[in-house]
């Protein structure tokens, strides 16, 4: 006699009507035979989503929050009818300098917003430089510039030349301390006349006035870098994108040697040996872990890469690569030997080659590595969990920043995806049934609990991904 249990966590998608499904003998047959694994993985990655006759009525887009800040003491100036100041370490917001007026002006480059989103909320936020109190209370007004947003110069014309939103937020600033954050309000309105004739604006000029009243000074790049004025937009989109650096030099690794030898601070030999001498003694593999990865459950990946920075630098070499994804949720690298090569991956890699760096500080991408993601997806991979990739190859080409470097030079990690209702995963994933049923099985993919065995019974448990069938098992008494 068998008792099937089906134990399922079918997503209810949006703007979809569905009635009720019903498995057929024959489909469920299939899910108690242990070697139908591979047509198991199959029927999850198309099984159509069970919910009501209700329609849920939201838009099929991403809520997202990003944040740009100046990059350069040449981003954010102080402009007044005779004179250009490009260095000051404070941004003089009320307007007047020792009694001279004068306006402040910020640029924002390399802004990356989809030319379809909806902004919900924008804000300019800044870091404060000196106190101010009430009786120092000024009134700002901001504005953002129509047209060609180009990088500011020393002359005043270049300024006053500009042409800027009719839109525009006034607002009386609070009392504040030193070395606090004070946010605008919101600038929205001044977004979207700036966007009104050209969405995919990559730089974002604006222009804060004062009524020439009290006092309120905020840090610019040249006073702090890390306190620079940011930009941050909130937005919805059909298509969004999630992007990462590796500070944490416990996140990238290289194994290296006969002994497996595991070294977490250094620049990284990626191409599979770390010498020209190509011998075991000198094999080496590396690997990168990006933790807390918002990916949600239907984004559909349209792009996904790792991003390095040349460092060591060899000439006329040629490494064939190959990067797989660990499964499950994996955890920081250790000094433990073998902590790379120990841990359980993808039965698909992606392959290509990969020339020797002949200069240091360039910028190399990998090809798309959506199928190796989708594949982790597949196996059970819920979002926020951590992404990592074992990179491999078969030859010395030079070396990378690591983990912990500084911040331009970081690896990095870069997915851009879209929304989808149905095929979030792809449809070219593996699913040869002897290699799903060794990484299906793997530890650390199994979640929940089995069901007690008792005596004379047997059976067997498929862990799903959480997208579509969560757990699956026979159950079989004697």
Do not use: C
Not at 418 to 433: C, G, I, L, M, R
Not at 448 to 461: D, H, I, L, V, Y
């Amino acid at each position: 006699m068998h008792k099937v249990v089906v134990i399922t966590n079918m997503k209810m998608k949006k703007k979809k009507k569905f009635g009720l499904k019903i498995l057929s003998v024959a489909m469920v047959a299939s899910l108690m035979v242990p070697t139908s694994i591979g047509n198991i993985a199959v029927f999850a990655e198309t099984a159509e989503p069970v919910t009501t006759e209700n329609t849920l009525k939201s838009e099929p887009t991403f809520a997202q929050k990003k944040e740009f800040q100046i990059k350069k003491g040449t981003e954010d100036a102080e402009v007044s009818a005779s004179a250009v100041n490009l260095t000051s370490t404070g941004l003089d917001l009320h307007g007047v300098v020792s009694g001279v007026p004068q306006a402040t002006y910020l640029r924002f480059s390399d802004v990356t917003l989809p030319s379809d989103a909806k902004i919900s909320n924008a804000y300019l936020s800044f870091t404060t430089r000196d106190a101010s109190s009430a009786s120092q209370s000024t009134t700002i007004s901001i504005t953002g510039e129509r047209g060609s947003q180009a990088e500011f110069s020393n002359t005043v014309a270049s300024f006053t030349n500009r042409n800027f939103t009719d839109a525009s937020v006034s607002m009386a600033t609070p009392v504040v301390a030193t070395n606090t954050i004070f946010n605008t309000e919101d600038i929205t309105s001044v977004l979207n006349e700036m966007r009104a004739d050209q969405t995919d604006i990559q730089n974002y000029v604006f222009k804060i006035a004062g009524n020439n009243k009290g006092s309120f000074v905020m840090r610019s790049y040249d006073s702090s870098a890390t306190m620079a004025p940011k930009l941050i937009v909130e937005y919805t989109s059909p298509s969004a994108d999630y992007k990462a650096n590796i500070a944490n030099t416990a996140d990238d690794a290289k194994e290296y040697g006969a002994n497996k030898t595991m070294d977490l601070n250094s620049a990284m030999e990626i191409g599979g040996y770390y010498s020209a001498t190509l011998t075991p003694a000198y094999r080496n593999i590396s690997a990168f872990r990006f933790a807390n990865v918002n990916l949600p459950e239907n984004a559909k990946i349209d792009d996904a890469y790792l991003e390095f920075t040349t460092y060591g630098t060899v000439a006329n070499r040629v490494s064939n690569m190959s990067i797989a994804s660990e499964l499950g949720n994996p955890l920081g690298y250790t000094s433990v030997a073998g902590n790379i090569s120990s841990r359980p991956y993808t039965a698909s890699t992606v392959k290509y080659q990969q020339a020797s760096f002949t200069a240091a500080n360039q910028v190399i991408r990998t090809p798309n590595l959506k199928s190796i993601i989708d594949e982790t997806r597949l196996m059970g991979w819920q979002n926020g969990n951590a992404l990592a990739f074992r990179v491999d190859g078969d030859n010395y080409i030079g070396s990378i920043y690591q983990g912990g470097s500084a911040v331009a030079y970081q690896p990095k990690l870069v997915i851009k995806y879209t929304y989808s209702e149905q095929d979030a995963v792809a449809a070219d994933v593996v699913k040869n049934p002897a290699k799903m049923k060794t990484s299906l099985l793997t530890k650390s993919q199994v979640r929940g609990r089995m069901p007690r065995k008792t005596a004379g019974s047997r059976f067997s448990t498929i862990m799903m991904s959480p997208s579509f069938l969560k757990m699956v098992f026979s159950y079989q008494t004697t």
